[in-house]
C-alpha cells in the first residue's frame, strides 16, 4: 500500500464532488441542441448516466463517462470502487459492458506513477470479473 492518502487530494469524495442536479440543468439550458440525432434515444434530456444511441433495428451503444473521487485511501480498492460506479451506470440502462476507456486526471506531482498504475490495476480487475 501507498503512503500517499488519496482521499487527502479532494475536498470531497465520490459521487459527492459532482456538480448538483439543479445546477446541472442550469448549465445545460444554454447548451446549443440545434442537431439532435434522431438515433439517439436516451440524451441530456432525461438525467441518466448514459447516453443510448441507436446502432439499427436491434442494437443500441449505451455510453457513459464518470468522474469520482477517492472516498478510500488504498489506490487498488480506489480503482474498484471507481470501475464498478461506472459499470453499475451500464447496467442500469440494461445493457452489458463490452468495453471500458479510463480517464485518469491525477496530480502527477503529489502521487507516484505506481499509484496511478495500481488505481488502474483495481479497475481492471472488475472489469475482467
Given at each position: 500500500m501507498s503512503d500517499v492518502r488519496l482521499t487527502s487530494l479532494t475536498s470531497g469524495g465520490g459521487c459527492g464532488c459532482k456538480i448538483a442536479p439543479a445546477a446541472l440543468t442550469e448549465i445545460l439550458a444554454k447548451?446549443?441542441?440545434q442537431y439532435l440525432d434522431p438515433a439517439l434515444l436516451v440524451g441530456i434530456e432525461t438525467g441518466d448516466d448514459a447516453a443510448v444511441y441507436r446502432l439499427n433495428d436491434e442494437q443500441a451503444v449505451v455510453a457513459t463517462t464518470d468522474f469520482f473521487m477517492p472516498i478510500v485511501d488504498d489506490p487498488y480498492d480506489f480503482g474498484r470502487i471507481a470501475a464498478t460506479n461506472a459499470l453499475s451506470d451500464i447496467y442500469a440502462m440494461g445493457a452489458r459492458p463490452i468495453f471500458a476507456l479510463a480517464i485518469v486526471g491525477m496530480p502527477l506531482d503529489k502521487l507516484p506513477v505506481n499509484v496511478i498504475q495500481d488505481?488502474?490495476?483495481?479497475?481492471t480487475s472488475v472489469c475482467e470479473a
Open positions: 447548451v446549443p441542441r488505481i488502474l490495476a483495481g479497475g
